[in-house]
């Protein structure tokens, strides 16, 4: 099995790894994995104090008892909501997409082509993760912003290009590093500013 931890979402529920993966498989009811995991890693000793740690987290719904049963231990909506999407994620990102622009030809180029295959790439990239949905959100919002002000909006990739070639990954450390929402758009073109 694979799994994908986003470091911050620990930071910010202050439980560590083995922790998320204990709760992950809980709630997708893989026991037989879940008890695998912890004999190899001889972290069934400290079985307890993990679930004690997801308990104060707000992760599971009561605190383990003298006996601990793998089956009895009830995942609460605070993780299940984290790790769920509200509505469709490609229709978030299709939404957010640019729909054309104007190519240095002068022609007009559609951004928005080939529906079906662009859900079907996004679909492999997100994997079920609306944390990484919302980073991808957030990078493609920074680089149509950034395009914007520099006027290069003719130079952005159609969706499925830019789907494949991750494209927001040209933007990620300034998403990483800084707050989207802070960031302010720079709407002086060249020869507007007065000294």
């Not at 911050?8 to 083995?18: E, P």
């Not at 307890?48 to 707000?58: I, M, N, V």
């Not at 790439?121 to 493609?140: A, G, Q, V």
């Not at 040209?170 to 020869?191: K, Q, R």
Request: aromatic residues 12%.
């Amino acid at each position: 099995m694979i799994l994908e931890i986003d470091t911050s979402y620990l930071i910010k529920n202050k439980i560590t790894a083995h922790q998320y993966t204990i709760v992950k498989l809980v709630r997708e009811d893989r026991l037989p994995e879940l008890k695998k995991y912890l004999f190899v890693t001889e972290s069934d000793r400290t079985l307890r104090q993990d679930l004690e740690s997801l308990y104060s987290a707000g992760f599971i719904s009561s605190q383990p008892g003298s006996v601990i049963s793998l089956n009895t231990i009830d995942i609460t909506t605070k993780f299940s909501q984290s790790h769920t999407f509200t509505k469709d994620p490609f229709e978030d990102l299709y939404d957010a997409f640019p729909t054309k622009v104007l190519r240095p030809d002068g022609s007009f180029d559609y951004l928005r082509v080939d529906q079906k295959r662009c859900r079907k790439i996004y679909y492999n990239i997100i994997r079920e993760s609306p944390t990484l949905h919302d980073f991808i959100l957030r990078c493609l919002k920074v680089e149509v912003s950034d395009r914007k002000s520099k006027g290069q909006m003719s130079f952005m990739k159609r969706m499925p290009t830019w789907l494949s070639s991750e494209g927001w990954k040209a933007y990620a450390d300034v998403v990483e590093h800084c707050d989207v929402n802070t960031l302010e758009e720079n709407t002086t073109g060249y020869g507007q500013e007065f000294e």
